[in-house]
């Protein structure tokens, strides 16, 4: 691991010179950085952040300095924004110093730098942009709502069919949208070798690009030259064979993709829209869909898991939302995206699974082009700027850890005017905000609509009929989850639902 002790400890003695002649020539301002907790010489702040609970951490500095923090780790810059209103005025007004990302070799070294989410704020990001837009507009994503309502139906069966392993399909159920979606392909199941293909690709970039280790190799770029058998990089081996997988992946579904469009039968896709309008090299074409793929799965399937684990949570909410399928289309008939309008309570349970638990605490980091002074404070260039969605949902809601869809809905039980605009932040700010977020919620609504339809949630019960209770343990990374956990999924309407 690029993290271990030895590893780490030679990496801040080679650092501590370069750290300290970094702090003395670099600061060009005469004002004071954003307050923030004392820093220790070289390594500033690292060792004081929880390390699997970053958000945790940058809440409490919130606390006590405010809804800007300056923090830096290893001669890093590190600016915290806790407030939603101060993360607009930066990403949005002030859109063109705060829309870069923090350069790290890491993502070179595991052949993902070429994905949208980690490009630098310039001419590539932009072309990539602007081939996303062309399928993921608010206008356009609903040609994809037969594809969320197919796959919704296909959850149901699996789960219908094997409903320990409900996990996997939750898994499978965003893994399939993104890939039909991005090269028009369905895919055949768990077994499909592009399906295969692709978890291996996220399990390696799951464990490869971790925030410490980007930021390890930003404080010290030299890092990736170390061979793999100098004691602790064996990143070096897990970044080649990741480099190995992500060239297979960009290639192969890609390559299907073209063909199945020059023989006239490829479906509606991200890629058909590009081949169709000749808006991008090709090259560009096949970088960008990589990249969808990657953002597109895991962040929508954790989702989904809290939302099964709040139902459970919360029996009394899940007996609202069955009331309420009941009452708009009849128990037992599954529902369509015709219905939606007709399900506010339904979308608001969405929106408070995503202001309840954020899939992305800490959004993705978003780095300064050039420096700002923000209310007299002096931020620097290059910094790495964190919008704390965390902060924002645990101050800016009352009591922010109960489970309350009616915070999203008016006296008279409709949506909020603003409860859709109101969600954004759970995608992120500025330029920047994720372009899927549409289709996100379009696939969101399908499923929770279908199998809280079709299923009753409950604790699971130990051999001698007794609930076993759930101790509700997130797992943070880039995205934070529920671990895994054991319930019990019952039909509410026996083993066929019917379709319209
Ligand atoms: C519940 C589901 C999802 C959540 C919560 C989510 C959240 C986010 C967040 C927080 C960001 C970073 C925004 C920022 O830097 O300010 C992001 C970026 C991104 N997302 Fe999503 N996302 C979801 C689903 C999707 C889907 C379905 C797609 C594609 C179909 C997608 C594509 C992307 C891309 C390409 C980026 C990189 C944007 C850039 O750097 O310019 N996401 N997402």
Redesign the pocket.
């Given at each position: 691991m690029i993290t271990s002790p030895l590893f780490v400890s030679t990496a801040c003695i080679i650092v501590a010179g370069l750290g300290l002649a970094i702090r003395i020539t670099r600061k060009k301002s005469s004002l004071p950085y954003p307050p923030g907790p004392r820093q220790l010489p070289i390594v500033g702040n690292a060792f004081d952040i929880d390390p699997k609970q970053p958000h945790l951490t940058y809440a409490e500095w919130g606390k006590a300095y405010g809804e800007i923090v300056y923090s830096r780790t290893f001669g890093q810059d590190i600016v915290i924004v806790n407030s939603e209103k101060m993360a607009r005025i930066l990403?949005e007004k002030r859109s063109t110093i705060y829309?870069d990302?923090p350069r790290s070799p890491l993502y070179k070294l595991f052949g993902a730098d070429h994905?949208?989410?980690?490009?630098e704020y310039g001419d590539k990001?932009k072309i990539?942009?602007k081939l996303?837009h062309l399928?993921?507009r608010h206008d356009t994503v609903g040609r994809y709502q037969e594809l969320h309502l197919r796959s919704a139906r296909q959850l149901l069966e699996n789960i219908q069919r094997d409903s320990k392993n409900f996990y996997d399909h939750l898994d499978l159920y965003?893994l399939s949208?993104?890939l039909e979606?991005?090269y028009g392909r369905r895919m055949d199941g768990k077994n499909d070798p592009i399906i295969s293909m692709a978890n291996s690709l996220a399990e390696s970039m799951t464990k490869g690009l971790t925030a410490e280790r980007a930021g390890l190799l930003m404080a010290l770029p030299i890092l990736k030259y170390v061979p793999s058998w100098f004691p602790g990089a064996a990143f070096q081996d897990e970044a080649r064979r990741c480099r190995s997988t992500m060239e297979s992946f960009s290639d192969i579904p890609f390559s299907m993709a073209k063909e199945q469009a020059e023989s006239g039968v490829l479906q509606p896709s991200?890629v058909s829209d590009i081949l169709q309008q000749g808006e991008a090299e090709e090259s560009v074409a096949r970088e960008?869909a990589t990249?969808?793929?990657?953002?597109?799965?895991e962040?929508?399937s954790?989702?989904l898991k809290t939302l099964v684990l709040a139902m459970i949570l919360n029996p009394e909410i899940q007996d609202r939302v069955h009331a309420e399928l009941d009452t708009v289309i009849g128990k037992g008939v599954l529902p369509t995206f015709e219905d939606r309008e007709r399900l506010p309570y339904l979308q608001a349970v969405l929106l408070e699974i995503?202001r309840w638990h954020?899939?992305?605490p800490l959004?993705?980091?978003?780095a300064t082009t050039t420096s700002d002074v923000v209310e007299g404070y002096y931020i620097p260039e290059g910094a790495i700027v964190i919008?704390n969605?965390w902060a924002m949902v645990n101050n800016e809601y009352n009591d922010p850890e109960r489970f309350d869809p009616t915070r999203h809905l008016t006296a008279d039980g409709q949506l909020k005017p603003d409860a859709m605009q109101d969600n954004s932040k759970?995608?992120?700010?500025?330029?920047?905000?994720?372009?899927?977020?549409f289709?996100?919620?379009d696939?969101?609504w399908a499923a929770a609509a279908v199998i809280l339809s079709a299923f009753r949630f409950e604790k699971a019960k130990d051999s001698s009929g007794n609930e076993i209770e759930i101790n509700p343990v997130f797992h943070h990374g880039a995205l934070s989850y529920p671990s895994s956990f054991q319930c019990s999924i019952t039909s509410r309407v026996g083993t066929e639902c019917e379709r319209r």
């Open positions: 990403a829309s990302r994905m949208t989410a980690v490009l990001w990539q942009r996303l399928s993921l965003t949208i993104a979606f991005t991200f960008t990249g969808i793929y990657i953002a597109a799965g962040t929508t954790s989702t995503m954020p899939v992305a959004g993705a980091p978003h919008f969605t759970y995608f992120g700010f500025g330029r920047r905000i994720c372009p899927g977020r289709f996100a919620n696939s969101l």
